[in-house]
């Protein structure tokens, strides 16, 4: 069993910066490929970022390519979205997820979820 906890959520402007962070306790944190997807309202939720065991394969959307910096301390636990030039189409609830494969999958086939983070985005 793994438990993640998210944070690091909030309002900011278009353009602006946040950087999320997600804790994870239980089993060895390396042995998962990791994710972040998000929500938006009326929305299915989607891949935004993922990263393989040890950090080697990162892989992102489109839509945040470039803007968007995924990584990982294993030594800590921490999964981390550094995401900068936002835009208010970034507004969602940002999830993290641990998937017990070394694969990265595009897809919601993770196998635990973060209770989810805020971010909005104002024009």
């Known amino acids: 069993q793994v438990q993640l906890v998210e944070s690091g959520g909030g309002l900011v402007q278009a353009g602006g910066s946040l950087r999320l962070s997600c804790r994870a306790s239980?089993?060895?944190?390396?042995?998962?490929?990791m994710g972040w997807f998000r929500q938006a309202p009326g929305k299915e939720r989607e891949f935004v970022s993922g990263?393989?065991?040890?950090?080697?394969?990162?892989q992102y959307d489109d839509s945040v390519k470039g803007r968007f910096t995924i990584s990982r301390d294993n030594g800590k636990n921490i999964l981390t979205l550094q995401m900068n030039s936002l835009k208010p189409e970034d507004t969602a609830v940002y999830y993290c997820?641990?998937?017990?494969?070394?694969?990265?999958?595009?897809?919601?086939?993770?196998?635990?979820w973060g209770q989810g983070t805020q971010v909005t985005v104002s024009t």
């Open positions: 997820a641990a998937r017990r494969s070394n694969v990265i999958v595009i897809t919601t086939r993770y196998d635990y």
């Open positions: 239980g089993r060895t944190f390396d042995n998962y490929a």
């Open positions: 990263i393989s065991w040890l950090g080697g394969s990162t």
